[in-house]
């Protein structure tokens, strides 16, 4: 059975989802997107990431004019309409076919698409989505400074990201990204946390840094766990001297790192006490 995706209002078999060529989203990565997580057959943080997507839009000016009420009825459909509850969906918005002149008309009239994957379901007994522990490297790609593109606004351009993936050796899956002053950013696709002397550390997202939801579930866990949070800016040689290190974002949840370059690290204490919260949140919420 072919999976259903959700385009324009309609549900349409995957094999015939398609867009036109002179998409904007297509053409010059003019869209904005959400990934998100189902557990059970619900949107785990839907509010959250919806409100995020608003901000994206409002960071590109692109004024779709569909109502929250109708994006959640398009998401929930979607899982619907599929014989799995527990996967991975992601919702684009562009500003639709347009003339191929770089600045877009301010009337809009937008694509939207919902894709789904079946995922793994998380909670005490779910399994994780990766297969291994993170092996990271800190690439020479630098992060694109906010005042190019904004680095709260979750785009289509991910040509940064790609960039930095590109870089990895065979042994890596995740790239870690700098700043033009050698500053931790984020992953290509997570937002990174260390330990050290007890204390969880992330980078302040006042750097040019997508905070990601994850990153503030954690952080919240995190204070109700009773483990210290500080946020900062943190140079490499910082997150070599850690004690343990982590990754978040949407699909991963937690996410040890046992690399960084030649560094080697342990699965700790913290990170398994996070490891526990979590899914224990999401089986307490959705099983």
């Known amino acids: ?11 349409v078999p995957s094999d015939d989802a398609v867009i036109p060529v002179r998409d904007r989203g297509f053409m010059y990565g003019d869209a904005v997107f959400e990934t998100m997580r189902a557990y059970g057959g619900e949107v785990f943080k839907l509010d959250a990431h919806l409100d995020r997507l608003e901000r994206s ?16 009825s398009r998401v929930n459909e979607t899982i619907e309409a599929n014989p799995f509850t527990d996967a991975y969906v992601k919702l684009s918005i562009s500003r639709g076919e347009q003339p191929g002149k770089l600045t877009p008309k301010e009337t809009v009239d937008p694509t ?11 909670g005490i007994d779910g399994e994780p989505v990766w ?8 690439v020479t790609t630098r992060g694109v400074p906010d005042n190019a593109i904004p680095s709260g606004a979750k785009t289509h351009n991910y040509l940064n990201q790609i960039l930095a993936r590109i ?11 700098l700043d033009q002053s050698e500053r931790l950013l984020e992953g290509a696709t ?3 946390f260390f330990v050290q002397d007890k204390t969880l550390h992330t980078p302040t997202d006042s750097l040019s840094l997508l905070p990601g939801i994850t990153r503030k579930v954690v952080i919240r866990l995190a204070d109700k766990h009773e483990i210290p949070v500080k946020t900062g800016s943190y140079g490499t040689d910082a997150l ?14 937690v996410r040890p790192v046992t690399q960084i370059d030649d560094t080697e690290f342990s699965i700790g204490p913290i990170t398994e006490a ?3 919260a979590y899914s224990e949140m999401i089986q307490s919420a959705y099983y």
């Open 57 to 72: 839009c409002s960071m590109l000016s692109l004024n779709h004019g569909i109502d929250r009420s109708e994006l959640i």
């Open 112 to 122: 939207v698409a919902i894709v789904i994957a079946e995922l793994p379901c998380g």
């Open 274 to 276: 996070l490891q526990t």
């Open 167 to 177: 870089e990895l050796s065979e042994t890596a899956d995740e790239a870690l990204l």
């Open 190 to 192: 997570s937002n990174c």
């Open 240 to 253: 070599k001297a850690a004690d343990e290190v982590f990754l978040t974002n949407s699909t991963w949840e």
């Open 131 to 138: 297969d291994t522990p993170a092996a990271t490297e800190i």
């Open 1 to 11: 059975m072919s999976k259903q995706y959700h385009l324009n209002g309609k549900l």
